[in-house]
């Protein structure tokens, strides 16, 4: 595992999985992105990109994981139980959530989602040791030498966005958030100021957005505006949408470009559109 800082994106599709040739380039796997620095690994969400993350993972054990959820809709954790190193007793796996409120805890969503009716087996199956942690969003949190820091994000039930610092380098992970009507959100400017990665849910575009005001996602016009007030370096548009295809995709990507022109001092894109596979190390 190299030392410094590197993200690779394992799913990228928003809301439903999904596949067919026309999804062959950016991929049809819902989301999930592996964060790696100073010989640790952060994993944030489980939706079904983490099945293949896992596998490889497998052939590593032991493992000493983290996975931070930005919430714990269905498309952000289906994958979770296919995820290989939870069945392996040599490994050790963290998660950790933000935006639960009492009642509801990590551990009774991950076990309600794991039984009679919807599943055939129970959270006792997991073999490696797994601990449940909650924590309260706006925190900043520590991961061996990353700093995680957290922010509140604008999307039903919760949801929490992420920042990672190590090496004077930096990763944010914001998605499922539906933008504000009256300018630019500030508390993810203020996250994401400076950062030289920002992976934005641009589900929609602003033309498409006002027929699904309301169902907390945002658009990849308004991940630019971000980016810009924020001084961010490379924008990753991501999240997409199980309705845009390839071709689609194609066309967000060339018109962004027209947004955001040029590279980085480290050579990396200001734009670009998150495809499964996708690494990048700023």
């Known amino acids: 595992m190299a030392d410094g800082l590197k993200v690779r994106f394992w799913g990228v599709r928003g809301s439903i999985s999904c596949a067919g040739a026309e999804y062959v380039r950016y ?9 790696t620095a100073g010989g640790r690994r952060l994993i944030f969400d489980a939706g079904t990109g983490i099945r293949s993350l896992g596998l490889q993972l497998a052939r590593q054990a032991p493992l000493d994981i983290d996975i931070y959820f930005t919430h714990t809709h269905l498309d952000h954790i289906s994958g979770l139980t296919f995820f290989a190193p939870l069945f392996d007793q040599r490994n050790s796996v963290r998660l950790w959530a933000g935006h639960l409120e009492a009642p509801h805890t990590l551990r009774s969503v991950v ?24 924590f309260d969003c706006g925190e900043t949190l520590a991961c061996g030498d990353m700093v995680v820091r957290t922010t509140h994000l604008n999307h039903p039930n919760g949801a929490t966005g992420y920042r990672v610092d190590h090496g004077g380098k930096s990763i944010c992970y914001i998605t ?13 400017v203020e996250l994401c100021r400076g950062a030289d990665v920002m992976a934005y849910d641009s589900s929609y575009t602003d033309a ?20 810009d007030a924020a001084g961010v370096g490379t924008l990753a548009i991501f999240h997409h949408d199980p309705s845009h295809d390839d071709v689609f995709m194609d066309g967000v990507g060339h018109q962004a470009a027209t947004l955001r022109p040029g590279t980085t001092p480290n050579g990396l894109p200001r734009v670009l559109v998150a495809h499964e596979g996708l690494t990048l190390a700023p």
């Open 111 to 134: 076990s309600n989602l794991m039984q009679a009716p919807l599943y055939p087996v129970s959270v006792d199956v997991f073999r490696s040791r797994v601990d449940f942690n909650e």
């Open 27 to 35: 991929g049809g796997n819902t989301s999930c992105l592996e964060v």
């Open 208 to 227: 498409e957005y006002p027929q699904y005001r309301g169902w907390g996602h945002s658009t990849w016009q308004e991940g630019v505006r971000l980016a």
């Open 176 to 188: 499922d958030t539906e933008h504000r009507p009256d300018g630019l959100d500030a508390n993810i």
